[in-house]
């Protein structure tokens, strides 16, 4: 119950050759030098795996990796260590106009861990700078779920390196930061896609539930905003503090509270939070799109909500505008009932509701 927001997101640099003396590495360090302070920036948390350390044998697991059921302790490290990245960057040399073996063996090991993450290639060879290589990865990576993204770094090693290691160049280090850049947009563009966005059934198909990161909040805000402006009309006031926040107050509040974002085919539709009090699990800015109102997401997400209070909490409560009669018919068929605060923001009414001693 500790964490506030999900989990930073988190990049998988895979160095492909396995070679004795390979540049792949000086090229890895190189793209994880020049892109630490924007990862800093950005939260983003950087593990790099060298397929020569990983001693993967040639596949040799009996089930097809879709299965999931990995018989050697290799699979399942290489299984962890790629489930844990929501995307990945692949350091890549060409071999013969095509991806290093090592890559193919590493990418069919596995199969749903790869999936719905996007994934960049920083590759280096002779005349096509590894291109060919990317090529022929993408259309293995694209059969695992994976999404290529545009960006990229190709690296002729006769212009870029020396002495086995990249020159300096203000604009190849661009390049690899615009990488980074566009990857972890995408990752959080197809997060929702994943299994482990959950995926709960609702009143409608196709919605995901996932705690807030950082990057959500501005969108958070513009729904909040949106969603408030009937609370005004129908308390006819504009003194109603989910109007006014800010995106700096909503980050600040932010550590206070668990936020939850309910996505639909992407796109942020619904959210509520919840923090403990004492014995009372509050739950506030309870929030649905205008064109998704009336179809009971409103109902299911103060469920879930509730659902996610800790096993110490005795009540739920929250507020609601004194004449918001929607909202209030909305939370009195859930079991709420108005009671009396000790303090209330203006134009607003407390509601709670006992929780149901389970077992
Ligand atoms: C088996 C092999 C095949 C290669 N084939 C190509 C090729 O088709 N195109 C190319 O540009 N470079 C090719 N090269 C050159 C590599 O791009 C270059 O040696 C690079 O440093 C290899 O990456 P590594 O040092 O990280 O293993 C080949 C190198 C090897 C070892």
Same mark, same amino acid.
């Given at each position: 119950m500790s964490t506030t927001f999900r989990d930073p997101m988190r990049v998988l640099v895979i160095v492909a050759s396995t070679r004795p003396g390979r540049l792949g590495t000086a090229i890895a360090d190189w793209f994880v030098r020049v892109t630490k302070a924007d990862a800093e920036h950005g939260g983003i948390a950087v593990d790099v795996a060298h397929l020569a350390e990983l001693?993967? +044998?040639?596949?040799?697991?009996?089930?097809?990796?879709?299965?999931?059921?990995?018989?050697?302790e290799h699979t399942r490290r290489w299984s962890q260590r790629v489930a844990a990245a929501d995307a990945f960057v692949m350091i890549t040399p060409e071999y013969n106009y095509g991806m290093p073996g090592s890559l193919k063996n590493a990418l069919d090991?596995?199969?749903?861990? %790869?999936? %719905?993450k996007p994934v960049a290639f920083v590759s280096y060879g002779n005349t096509s700078a590894g291109t060919r290589s990317v090529q022929m990865t993408k259309q293995v990576v694209t059969t695992l779920r994976m999404m290529p993204i545009g960006a990229t770094v190709a690296l002729r090693i006769a212009d870029s390196t020396s002495d086995g290691q990249v020159v300096e160049s203000m604009q190849i280090e661009e390049t690899a930061r615009g990488v980074l850049a566009e990857l972890t947009r995408v990752a959080d563009a197809m997060h929702?896609?994943?299994?482990?966005?959950?995926?709960v059934g609702g009143p409608i198909d196709g919605l995901t539930v996932d705690l807030a990161r950082p990057g959500d909040l501005a969108e958070v805000l513009v729904l909040q905003r949106c969603c408030w402006v009937e609370e005004a009309l129908a308390n006819d006031?504009?003194?109603?503090a989910p109007l006014h926040e800010t995106l700096d107050e909503l980050r600040e509040s932010s550590k206070q509270w668990r936020l939850w974002c309910v996505r639909r085919h992407g796109r942020l539709i619904a959210a509520v939070r919840a923090r403990a009090h004492g014995a009372t699990w509050m739950i506030g800015r309870l929030m649905v799109a205008p064109d998704y109102v009336g179809k009971g997401i409103g109902s299911w997400l103060l469920e879930y909500a509730e659902q996610m209070a +800790?096993?110490?909490?005795t009540q739920f409560a929250l507020f609601t505008g004194q004449r918001s009669e929607r909202n209030i018919g909305l939370y009195e068929r859930a079991g709420y009932a108005l009671t009396s605060a000790e303090s209330m923001p203006p134009h607003s009414v407390y509601l709670t509701k006992q929780r149901a001693l389970v077992g």
């Open positions: 001693d993967l +044998p040639l596949l040799d697991e009996p089930e097809h990796p879709s299965e999931g059921a990995y018989v050697h090991f596995l199969y749903h861990e %790869w999936a %719905w929702p896609l994943r299994a482990d966005a959950e995926s006031t504009l003194d109603l +800790p096993a110490e909490a």
